[in-house]
């Protein structure tokens, strides 16, 4: 499971790692909605947020909408929608993509994709490529054990947490992982020598997030009670509530970095000297990862490993 974060991180550009961020308003043309000015100005100069008019009742917009998509996430997330997201009764879909592309800063060593380790997850024991390394920054808490990993430049991390508890459900240490508790693993990091061994893996998920956010905005759900009239206008009485909103991520971890996207529709080393009594952390059952902002701590994409194959 993975989630992206919409922290306002300004999208950055480097030799070996890279945060690009777009965002677009998709306005369905066959409903006579109209975006109100002073919104649509507001989002292009804050958001740099494009509108753009299409039929959606025609499967090109369908296809135009994910090639956007694609193109704004370097391939990795090529499909987001499809009829059943631009129906006739959509009055428009806001959309955000984000895409991360880094080099380790200290690569693992490459010993191919030779099946050299197991990975007890969800799925039971699997036979999985496992990745050993040294690294320098060791993070211990309460419940968890883990280490960062800088990307090349050092803008951005790596973060892995294990929890101490093998047989802790995930759902159960994510209930105490808090905003909180999670910054202050990071600022607690040592710089201690720590011997990681971490699976390659890939993983693509697709959630909707319309039950957490009805809990917290209620009203913006509800036909009744949703008032949007400052961002769009309709040509009869009718009025616009979000029915849905949609993220999809992707995320694969090997030897030479990491690449990851996330789309959301709206539907409206250098080691120690020392090697005495060196940390362990081997990520060989269900562990939380993160990729940060090291400035802030920010996580750019945040989530779960349960099952690797």
């Keep these: 499971r993975s989630l992206c974060s919409s922290a306002a991180l300004t999208a950055s550009e480097r030799q070996n790692a890279s945060l690009k961020l777009a965002n677009a308003i998709w306005m369905n043309g066959e409903t006579g909605a109209k975006l109100n000015e002073g919104y649509q100005k507001r989002v292009e100069e804050m958001y740099g947020a494009g509108s753009r008019t299409l039929p959606f009742s025609k499967a090109s917009s369908i296809k135009t909408v994910n090639d956007w998509c694609s193109d704004r996430t370097d391939g990795m997330i090529p499909h987001v929608v499809d009829e059943s997201t631009m129906t006739p009764d959509t009055v428009m879909l806001l959309m955000n993509a984000l895409s991360f592309n880094a080099k380790w800063a200290n690569p693992f060593p490459d010993y191919g994709d030779d099946k050299n380790g197991e990975f007890h997850g969800v799925k039971g024991t699997e036979k999985v490529t496992m990745m050993h390394e040294t690294e320098n920054l060791y993070v211990e808490g309460k419940g968890e054990i883990g280490f960062i990993k800088p990307y090349e430049g050092g803008e951005y991390a790596f973060v892995a947490l294990l929890p101490k508890n093998g047989s802790k459900g995930m759902d159960e240490y994510l209930s105490t992982l808090s905003g909180k508790a999670f910054s202050a693993l990071l600022t607690g990091a040592?710089?201690?020598?720590?011997?990681?061994?971490?699976?390659?893996?890939?993983?693509?998920?697709?959630v909707s997030l319309e039950t957490l956010l009805k809990e917290?905005?209620?009203?913006?759900?509800?036909?009744?009670?949703?008032?949007?009239?400052?961002?769009v206008t309709l040509p009869g009485k009718e009025t616009v509530f979000i029915s849905d909103v949609l993220q999809k991520t992707f995320i694969e971890v090997d030897s030479d970095g990491t690449r990851a996207a996330a789309v959301t529709v709206e539907e409206v080393k250098c080691a120690s000297v020392s090697y005495?009594?060196?940390?362990?952390?081997?990520?060989?059952?269900?562990?939380?990862y993160a990729i940060v902002h090291t400035a802030t701590g920010t996580p750019v994409f945040i989530g779960t490993v349960e099952s690797v194959g």
């Design 216 to 231: 917290a905005f209620p009203s913006a759900f509800d036909p009744e009670n949703a008032d949007f009239s400052q961002m």
């Design 276 to 288: 005495v009594d060196p940390k362990v952390v081997t990520l060989d059952c269900p562990f939380v």
């Design 190 to 206: 040592r710089n201690e020598t720590v011997i990681i061994n971490m699976p390659k893996f890939k993983s693509e998920y697709a």
